[in-house]
């Protein structure tokens, strides 16, 4: 059974920085294609980022040369950097993996920007 746990999440200052981590447990982590989503409220999830094994990415253009996405296969672990927050970031973020046709949702971190 594949379950992910994510952290890093919280309160930053626009402008600031967070690292978003997300491991996974059961399965084959280095078929997965890894994503972030993030939920404003009132709005519909909305893909963040992906990567594939090998680094393959993809990024919403909001984020782009802001946000990066990374994989330690051997961790088992995605990471999200965010760099130059702004509130308009401001959404429970999720990480998913996809492989076989299935995909398993992480419980989602809060991150917080002020302005």
């Known amino acids: 059974q594949v379950q992910l746990v994510e952290s890093g999440g919280g309160l930053v200052q626009s402008g600031g920085s967070l690292r978003l981590s997300c491991t996974v447990s059961?399965?084959?982590?280095?078929?997965?294609?890894m994503a972030w989503y993030r939920q404003a409220p009132g709005k519909q999830r909305e893909l963040v980022a992906h990567?594939?094994?090998?680094?393959?990415?993809l990024y919403a253009d909001s984020v782009k040369g802001r946000f990066t996405i990374s994989r330690d296969n051997a961790k088992k672990t995605v990471y999200l950097q965010m760099n130059s927050l702004e509130p308009e970031d401001t959404a429970v973020y999720y990480c998913?993996?996809?492989?076989?046709?299935?995909?398993?949702w992480g419980q989602g971190t809060q991150v917080t920007v002020s302005s």
């Open positions: 990567i594939t094994s090998p680094d393959s990415t």
């Open positions: 059961g399965g084959i982590f280095s078929i997965m294609r």
């Open positions: 998913k993996a996809e492989f076989v046709l299935k995909g398993v």
